[in-house]
T-cell receptor, first 108, second 114 residues
Framework: GENVEQHPSTLSVQEGDSAVIKCTYSDSASNYFPWYKQELGKRPQLIIDIRSNVGEKKDQRIAVTLNKTAKHFSLHITETQPEDSAVYFCAVIYDMRFGAGTRLTVKP | DTGVSQDPRHKITKRGQNVTFRCDPISEHNRLYWYRQTLGQGPEFLTYFQNEAQLEKSRLLSDRFSAERPKGSFSTLEIQRTEQGDSAMYLC????????????FGEGSRLTVL
């Protein structure tokens, strides 16, 4: 399998600001890119995903963008709230690999 | 509860002992995955099954680790001769279809090797 690089590893924002997390992958055959949120002591849960036939998908305050040429995809959270504080993981399901995670802290 | 269930939730063992974890996936899901997660890291892929067939095993998985899914339903992950470095959360996930859909995770089995 291929590595999935995720950046940044930690991100601290003020409530109401936006947060962006980026992942890069190497296998051009990859076609499904989910993002998972994991709160402390809990299981990872899917928050949004995107398939390779679209470039962007939005669900309320959360969006994901995909650049297949550059092989990267990003999670965008707007109007952040304290309950968004968690660890976020990207994944490349074709390779069944997850990124190392981004710890997001939203300060009230 | 029709989600993914794992048992036991916590296991404390002494170095050198064998441990076995069980995962019951969502009933209609044909794919089952095992991951290992240590503090501050993302889930690390161990192995996955399509029905009862084990289709891939991580190169990082030593010979002390073995997984089965005998009837294409529940799965077991056994670790023989445990080492302190095996201490981690072992996560099971399942998905439907051909592997391009959502993974549903269980709560995990936390292993502590003393």
């Amino acid at each position: 399998g291929e590595n999935v690089e995720q950046h940044p590893s930690t991100l601290s924002v003020q409530e109401g600001d936006s947060a962006v997390i980026k992942c890069t992958y190497s296998d051009s055959a990859s076609n499904y890119f989910p993002w998972y949120k994991q709160e402390l002591g809990k299981r990872p849960q899917l928050i949004i995903d995107i398939r390779s036939n679209v470039g962007e998908k939005k669900d309320q305050r959360i969006a994901v963008t995909l650049n297949k040429t550059a092989k990267h995809f990003s999670l965008h959270i707007t109007e952040t709230q304290p309950e968004d504080s968690a660890v976020y993981f990207c994944a490349v399901i074709y390779d069944m690999r997850f990124g190392a995670g981004t710890r997001l802290t939203v300060k009230p | 509860d029709t989600g993914v269930s794992q048992d036991p939730r916590h296991k404390i063992t002494k170095r050198g002992q064998n441990v076995t974890f069980r995962c019951d996936p969502i009933s209609e899901h044909n794919r089952l995955y095992w991951y290992r997660q240590t503090l501050g890291q993302g889930p690390e892929f161990l192995t996955y099954f399509q029905n009862e067939a084990q289709l891939e095993k991580s190169r990082l998985l030593s010979d002390r680790f073995s997984a089965e899914r005998p009837k294409g339903s529940f799965s077991t992950l056994e670790i023989q001769r445990t080492e302190q470095g095996d201490s981690a959360m072992y996560l099971c996930a399942s998905s439907a279809g051909r592997g391009t859909g959502e993974l549903f995770f269980g709560e995990g089995s936390r292993l502590t090797v003393l």
